[in-house]
């Protein structure tokens, strides 16, 4: 079994910077893949930032330039670093680790979500 904790949210205003951190726990073998995600309220799911474990890294378009995803393998850690925040930037973030592998095979995970708010 897989343990996620996630950290680092909280209210800031326009312009500020926030750091989240992602850290998976338990008989983790390797981790292919660790992302971030996000969901505002009335909207869908989208994609904020991915990072293999060789170090390539993908953005979404309305973070390029403002996050930088980066991980600890050692730690199985993730972590978003949040610059130039934007009130449009508020929502859920949800850490997910993709192709866990473990005792009992390869497996894709969710974090519990951390809020994000950003006042104007």
């Known amino acids: 079994q897989v343990q996620l904790v996630e950290s680092g949210g909280g209210l800031v205003q326009a312009g500020g910077s926030l750091r989240l951190s992602c850290a998976a726990s338990?008989?983790?073998?390797?981790?292919?893949?660790m992302g971030w995600y996000r969901q505002a309220p009335g909207k869908q799911r989208e994609l904020v930032a991915g990072?293999?474990?060789?170090?390539?890294?993908m953005y979404g378009d309305s973070v390029k330039g403002r996050f930088t995803v980066s991980r600890d393998n050692a730690k199985n850690t993730v972590y978003l670093q949040m610059n130039s925040l934007k009130p449009e930037d508020t929502a859920v973030y949800y850490c997910?680790?993709?192709?866990?592998?473990?005792?009992?095979?390869?497996?894709?995970?969710w974090g519990q979500g951390t809020q994000v708010t950003v006042s104007s």
């Open positions: 997910h680790p993709q192709r866990v592998w473990t005792s009992t095979g390869w497996a894709d995970y």
């Open positions: 338990g008989s983790i073998f390797r981790i292919y893949a």
């Open positions: 990072i293999t474990s060789g170090g390539s890294t």
